[in-house]
């Protein structure tokens, strides 16, 4: 099953919309917000910790806290332990544990520790009554992503989800390849889009794509103070401002 063929069998499976060419006609939107998932949407770290350890657990991988809660970085560039050297592990991070973690993101009891940032509902909600359509970036698995949003009853109100999963469905994060299909696919292009994300592979993939950018500064992999590193259009400082974010997208294309 290639990404277009997963796309479409994961669309009609929840409900979500399939962008056609009928579709693009029907939306009537001409610009786009973009949104990472982790962290900006959601918290997720408490998950994702839980779900880092017990994916060890179960694959008999040596850890430490550290490790547990860095594993996305560390076990991709120092040697844990895993395997017989640095080339080896890496192997095993790409393979055996990110397909443990995520089996273990779908079930239910991790699944259920994903909670949407206070007052996020609601901007979502905002957004999608105005000109811009509303869609996701992820680097996560897609399956749990759409999943979550069908129980929240959120998926209504985003034109399209997608996910790199990794670099198997996309090319990751800095890479543009998952911005670009979204604009493509809704009809809106990206010098009329917003990025908005927590890292730098988030604001990076903005930048290069052509699009403004606004960085998350409370989410728990990042601070407002790294995020100026990144040097996005703007930053929302703490969750105090998230109520602000559909007036900050505005104002960024109307700047152009």
Same mark, same amino acid.
């Not at 991988?61 to 860095?70: A, G, P, R």
């Given at each position: 099953?290639?990404?277009? /063929?997963?796309?479409?069998?994961?669309?009609?499976?929840?409900?979500?919309?399939?962008?056609?060419? !009928?579709?693009?006609k029907? *939306?009537?939107? %001409?610009?786009?917000?973009?949104?990472?998932f982790?962290e900006?949407?959601?918290?997720?770290?408490?998950? #994702? &910790? $839980?779900?880092?350890?017990?994916?060890?657990?179960?694959?008999n991988?040596?850890f430490? /806290?550290? *490790?547990?809660?860095?594993? #996305? %970085?560390?076990?991709?560039?120092?040697?844990?332990?895993?395997? =017989?050297?640095?080339?080896?592990?890496?192997?095993?991070?790409?393979?055996?544990?990110?397909?443990?973690?995520?089996?273990?993101? $779908?079930?239910?009891?991790?699944?259920?520790?994903?909670? #949407?940032?206070?007052?996020?509902? /609601?901007? *979502?909600?905002?957004?999608?009554?105005?000109d811009?359509?509303?869609?996701?970036?992820?680097?996560?698995?897609?399956?749990?992503?759409?999943?979550?949003?069908?129980?929240?009853?959120?998926?209504?109100? #985003?034109?399209?989800?997608?996910?790199?999963?990794?670099?198997?469905?996309? =090319?990751?994060?800095?890479? @543009?390849q998952?911005?670009?299909?979204? !604009?493509?696919?809704?009809?809106?292009p990206l /010098?009329?889009s917003v990025?908005?994300?927590? %890292?730098?592979? &988030?604001? $990076?993939?903005?930048?290069?794509?052509g699009?403004?950018?606004?960085g998350?500064?409370?989410?728990?992999?990042t601070?407002?103070?790294?995020?100026?590193?990144?040097? @996005?259009? =703007?930053?929302?400082? !703490? %969750?105090? &401002?998230? =109520?602000?974010?559909?007036?900050i997208i505005?104002?960024?294309?109307?700047?152009?």
């Amino acid at each position: 099953m290639n990404a277009i /063929e997963k796309d479409k069998y994961l669309r009609e499976k929840f409900g979500g919309r399939l962008i056609s060419d !009928s579709f693009q006609k029907k *939306i009537k939107k %001409t610009k786009l917000a973009v949104f990472d998932f982790d962290e900006t949407l959601v918290q997720s770290k408490k998950m #994702f &910790d $839980n779900v880092n350890r017990t994916a060890m657990i179960k694959l008999n991988l040596s850890f430490t /806290e550290d *490790i547990v809660q860095n594993t #996305f %970085t560390i076990a991709q560039t120092e040697y844990i332990g895993w395997g =017989k050297d640095l080339n080896e592990q890496i192997h095993i991070f790409q393979t055996k544990f990110n397909d443990t973690v995520v089996q273990l993101c $779908n079930k239910e009891e991790f699944l259920n520790q994903v909670k #949407f940032y206070n007052g996020m509902r /609601e901007v *979502i909600k905002q957004i999608a009554k105005t000109d811009f359509a509303l869609a996701i970036a992820s680097s996560r698995d897609l399956y749990s992503i759409l999943k979550f949003l069908k129980k929240e009853r959120m998926l209504s109100y #985003f034109d399209m989800v997608q996910a790199t999963e990794g670099g198997k469905h996309f =090319k990751d994060k800095p890479h @543009p390849q998952i911005v670009n299909y979204i !604009s493509q696919e809704i009809g809106i292009p990206l /010098e009329n889009s917003v990025m908005i994300g927590d %890292t730098s592979g &988030d604001i $990076n993939m903005g930048k290069s794509a052509g699009m403004k950018t606004i960085g998350i500064g409370y989410g728990k992999y990042t601070s407002a103070k790294k995020m100026k590193e990144y040097h @996005p259009n =703007k930053i929302i400082q !703490s %969750t105090d &401002d998230i =109520k602000n974010i559909p007036e900050i997208i505005k104002s960024l294309i109307n700047e152009r």
